[in-house]
């Protein structure tokens, strides 16, 4: 298992299927350690600091880098939704929360209402008053930027990547990429 920066979770992942990636904010899995930043490396190191020579050294290296008082293990993961979003509705944060998880499969509208208890109008009606855009809007902006993630940060052919971001063609990916980015995917690569 391991963990690394955001910006990288999707490239990653497509990349290296096999390896479970967890998204704390360090990783400590036998001998290897693995952090999503740098606050999170001094996490791992108290965290190494706290298990080899007690709580109390651990609060003083926290205390002499002026960091934050040491998290526990709830606290370790990376930045909450609600926070990397700014979405207070609930039940806006479940829909968005579900999408990430499923950019690759094409979720469909009717069938995330389902999933969260509620009538395809009442998403709608929720996403438009909390982002000004509506569930599929959100939803495909979603998937672009995992798109343009993984164009900048991965080897992946333009085709595969256009595939794991849930697009059923190419024609349909470069439309929906050019509309969002004002450029064609192959661009990215050419940056």
Partial sequence: ACTLHWTSQAAFTEAFPDIELRRDLFVIDRKRFTSAGGVGSLDMMLEIITGDYGAELAAGVAEWFVHSPLRSSVDRKLMPLRLRTGVQNELVLSAIAIMEDAVEERLGMAEL???????????????????????????RRLRLKRAADLLAHSTLMVRD????????????????FREEHGHAPKAMRRQ
Wanted: aromatic share 12%; proline share 5%.
């Fill in 113 to 139: 209402a389902t999933r969260l208890g509620v009538s395809p109008d009442k998403l709608e009606r929720n996403f438009r008053a909390e982002l000004d855009i509506s569930p599929n809007g959100y939803y």
């Fill in 161 to 176: 990547v256009a595939l794991a971001c849930g697009f059923a063609s190419m024609s349909s990916f470069a439309r929906a």
